[in-house]
């Protein structure tokens, strides 16, 4: 088994080569009408921005994309359209994007630097649980329709999948929706839905 991440434009490339069986991915972005590709949805998950638990922000009422670009960010830099979403989102309510900016490999760093310091991150729900779960950052209550997302399976329509990858398909489908499970609307959990 091999486990390669990039950039999904070279993930779906990729696919249609031949150079993977399937790919794992937001259907965000992914164009269905790509012809010889499916997807199936797995699971729901959603985007929550994260800062240290004394972070002054928590103080503040009814929050901004003024207020957050204010603070300095990081972000992950291979195959994550947070940054792009970030500065189109903050652009469109008026503001300026933040202008510290920190792109970093690993979500543990990510954690690690938002915990003991200002900066903030727009990482996926399921992905800070234990983190908020050890008292080291909370999310923020703040929330936008384009924080939800769909992560889907997606192959070649004429090349079956193994056992085995059906296998980890399953796997990854269960795991995802116990982890999306306490962030999901009808429960708001750690994870506040406005």
Known sequence: MRVVERKQIELL??????EFDFI???????????EGLKQRVLFRDQLSILAQKGHPLFDRANLT????AQYPWVC????????????S???AEGFEPP?????CGSIEF?????????HLAMLPAHAVTSAIDEGKVRTLPFYVPAFKRNIAVIFRQN??????SLRLIEHIEEIGAELSAGFTPANSGPFPVY
């Open 89 to 91: 989102l903050v652009a």
């Open 24 to 34: 794992v991915g937001q259907t965000e972005f992914f164009d269905v009408s790509v």
């Open 159 to 164: 090349s079956p999948v193994d056992a085995g």
């Open 110 to 118: 990510i954690k690690s630097l938002v915990a003991s310091s200002e």
């Open 13 to 18: 490339l990729g696919l249609l080569r031949g």
């Open 65 to 68: 994309w003024g207020d957050l």
């Open 99 to 103: 202008q510290q900016l920190v792109e």
């Open 76 to 87: 992950p830099m291979i195959a994550w359209p947070q940054r792009a979403m970030l500065e």
